[in-house]
């Protein structure tokens, strides 16, 4: 087959991947339908098929597409960052930041494919996780460093990073994104990086008000 047949079919996968995107973020993964994603890609259901298995195949294969962007956003990013702690405050900002303007597929990635065990066995999840390698040598540098604390494994405060910004996010979504999802992001990366600093390490308080305070408990109302 041609060049030109490659192209026209991956394009047509992008349009249906994009397609997808918008139909299951706007819409739980059973509520949504393929001739509805059909219908918003422009294309014959079975066109669909001839790319995806079914439904959940489709599903699986976002993270192929919006990885890409993460980590290609992330690098631009740290770029000229030399230190560890401020690549880490950074590395958190972006994370916020990424999911606020993607927030479709913020819905899909935590309230549909983060739950999902299915998903943890394909490659699209591979993907999904590829990028923590990047956080991974962060940490090891901020260990090496003496900016971050190096009597806990680097997977430990990992996850205790992402934990903290999975919630974050996942509590905006069920709030139905009724606040910004920057709004607190110095707190919220204020209490990380004193999370894992070394005793000794002391780190500017910022001052947290009143109405700050007030506006985060809704979070949980």
Same mark, same amino acid.
């Given at each position: 087959?041609?060049?030109?047949?490659?192209?026209?079919?991956?394009?047509?996968?992008?349009?249906?991947?994009?397609?997808?995107?918008?139909?299951?973020?706007?819409?739980?993964?059973?509520?949504?339908?393929?001739?509805?994603?059909?219908?918003?890609?422009?294309?014959?259901?079975?066109?669909?098929?001839?790319?995806?298995?079914?439904?959940?195949?489709?599903?699986?294969?976002?993270?192929?597409?919006?990885?890409?962007?993460?980590?290609?956003?992330?690098?631009?990013?740290?770029?000229?960052?030399?230190?560890?702690?401020?690549?880490?405050?950074?590395?958190?900002?972006?994370?916020?930041?990424?999911?606020?303007?993607?927030?479709?597929?913020?819905?899909?990635?935590? $309230? *549909?494919?983060? !739950?999902?065990?299915?998903?943890? %066995?394909?490659?699209?999840?591979? @993907?999904?996780?590829?990028?923590?390698? &990047?956080?991974?040598?962060?940490?090891?540098?901020?260990?090496?460093?003496?900016?971050?604390?190096?009597?806990?494994?680097?997977?430990?405060?990992?996850?205790?990073?992402?934990?903290? $910004? *999975?919630?974050? !996010?996942?509590?905006?979504?069920? %709030?139905?994104?009724?606040?910004? @999802?920057?709004?607190?992001?110095?707190? &919220?990366?204020?209490?990380?990086?004193?999370?894992?600093?070394?005793?000794?390490?002391?780190?500017?308080?910022?001052?947290?008000?009143?109405?700050?305070?007030?506006?985060?408990?809704? $979070?949980?109302?």
């Amino acid at each position: 087959m041609s060049a030109t047949h490659y192209r026209k079919k991956d394009a047509t996968r992008e349009q249906i991947v994009k397609a997808a995107i918008e139909v299951f973020g706007r819409k739980s993964y059973l509520e949504a339908s393929i001739s509805e994603i059909a219908q918003k890609a422009d294309v014959a259901e079975g066109t669909i098929y001839q790319h995806f298995k079914n439904k959940e195949d489709l599903l699986f294969y976002i993270p192929n597409e919006r990885t890409n962007a993460f980590c290609d956003g992330l690098e631009l990013h740290l770029q000229g960052i030399q230190d560890a702690r401020n690549k880490l405050a950074k590395f958190a900002w972006y994370y916020l930041y990424f999911f606020k303007t993607n927030p479709d597929y913020a819905r899909i990635a935590m $309230l *549909e494919l983060r !739950v999902n065990k299915n998903f943890q %066995k394909t490659n699209g999840y591979r @993907l999904f996780r590829g990028w923590l390698k &990047t956080l991974r040598d962060i940490i090891e540098q901020g260990q090496q460093e003496g900016s971050v604390r190096n009597d806990m494994d680097p997977v430990i405060i990992q996850e205790l990073l992402l934990g903290t $910004l *999975e919630h974050y !996010v996942t509590r905006w979504l069920l %709030k139905d994104e009724s606040w910004d @999802l920057l709004e607190f992001r110095e707190q &919220t990366i204020e209490l990380i990086m004193n999370g894992i600093k070394p005793a000794s390490v002391e780190e500017p308080r910022t001052v947290v008000t009143a109405k700050k305070v007030s506006s985060a408990s809704d $979070l949980y109302s």
